[in-house]
């Protein structure tokens, strides 16, 4: 296993949403608000743009992707600090 480095969650959560703005699927107010460690792999939160019903609108699918990107392109880097 690779070590990782040890970050907080804010300047975790700083990093990520500075990937996200750049991400080519950025759009106004994506952001990811909570991360939590599973594991090796970070998990990110944020507002998933659920309809009146609770079930996925059209940019949650988005938002899934670039929660993804975002864990596929940190955990290999960081892990939470206890």
């Known amino acids: 296993m690779k070590s990782t480095q040890a970050i907080d969650k804010t300047a975790l959560l700083q990093k990520a949403n500075e990937l996200i703005v750049g991400?080519?699927?950025?759009?106004s107010g994506l952001c990811a608000t909570d991360?939590?460690?599973?594991?090796?792999?970070?998990v990110f939160r944020g507002d998933y743009f659920l309809d009146e019903?609770?079930?996925p609108g059209s940019k949650s699918t988005v938002v899934f992707n670039v929660f993804k990107f975002l864990?596929?392109?940190?955990s290999p880097l960081y892990h939470l600090q206890e």
């Open 71 to 74: 864990a596929t392109e940190l």
């Open 23 to 27: 991400h080519k699927d950025y759009f």
């Open 35 to 42: 991360v939590e460690q599973k594991g090796e792999v970070l």
């Open 53 to 55: 019903q609770g079930l």
